[in-house]
Structure formats: C-alpha cells, structure tokens
C-alpha cells in the first residue's frame, strides 16, 4: 500500500474540514430555521461570523486552514434584510453555501411534510364518509 503524500492529507484535512464547518453552520441554521427566521442577507453575514468564531472548530483546525474558510474582502455581499437571492451562480464562500443549503432542505421538508399531512387528511375525510 501506498503511503500518502503531503498533498495526500492537505486534502484529506481540508475535507475533514470542511465538513466539520458544514456542521458548524447546519447547527447554527437549524436555531433560525426552527424559530421560522427566513434568511436574509444580515443573517447570513451573522452565521458566517458565528461559524468562522465557533471556538470548537477554530480548536481542531490549524490557522492556515481556517483562512482557506474566510471569504475574500473583494467578495461584498449585501447586510440588509432582503432575500437571499445568489441567482445561477455556484461560486459561493463555504459558509454561504452551508446555510443555504440547509435552509433549501428545512423548505424541502416542510414541502414533503404538508404533503403528508394533506395526504393523511384525505384518507380520514375519505374513511369518514365511507369511501
């Protein structure tokens, strides 16, 4: 077998990386998410702030790392309370990406949950008049 080399497990730290602060930042949403916040830009800023602060992550990565993480000064989103709205673009800071993607699921299960709901009223309305 084949010893890894030194860009072998930078990568392999990048991604244990990465999705330790995917975690981070699902955690975080789901507070937002659960209290029904809707994501505005302000929020967004304010989940990059708290991941990238979160004392746990900092404490299992090393600096260098971390600034692979910080979204580059000449990246200027909007702080105001309007939608979150990144159009057809893919090229989003990890963080961004993180919280929007769980917010995308929270609204996708919300989706299949009212499905069900409606679904399972239907069998009873059904069962009550005898269909």
């Given at each position: ?61 090393d600096v260098n790392m971390l600034g692979l993480f ?17 159009g057809h673009s893919n090229a989003l800071p990890a ?27 239907e069998d009873r309305r059904l069962r009550a008049w005898?269909?």
């Amino acid at each position: 077998m084949q010893t890894p080399n030194e860009q072998d497990l930078a990568a392999l730290r990048f991604q244990a990386a990465a999705r330790d602060l995917e975690h981070v930042v699902r955690g975080i949403a789901q507070r937002y998410i659960a209290q029904q916040v809707p994501l505005t830009w302000r929020l967004l800023h304010a989940i990059e702030a708290e991941a990238l602060a979160d004392l746990g992550f900092a404490g299992r990565h090393d600096v260098n790392m971390l600034g692979l993480f910080q979204r580059p000064g000449e990246l200027a989103y909007p702080e105001t309370d309007d939608p979150v709205d990144f159009g057809h673009s893919n090229a989003l800071p990890a963080v961004f990406a993180f919280a929007v993607s769980a917010y995308e699921r929270a609204a996708q299960s919300a989706v299949r949950a009212g499905r069900e709901a409606r679904d399972q009223s239907e069998d009873r309305r059904l069962r009550a008049w005898g269909g």
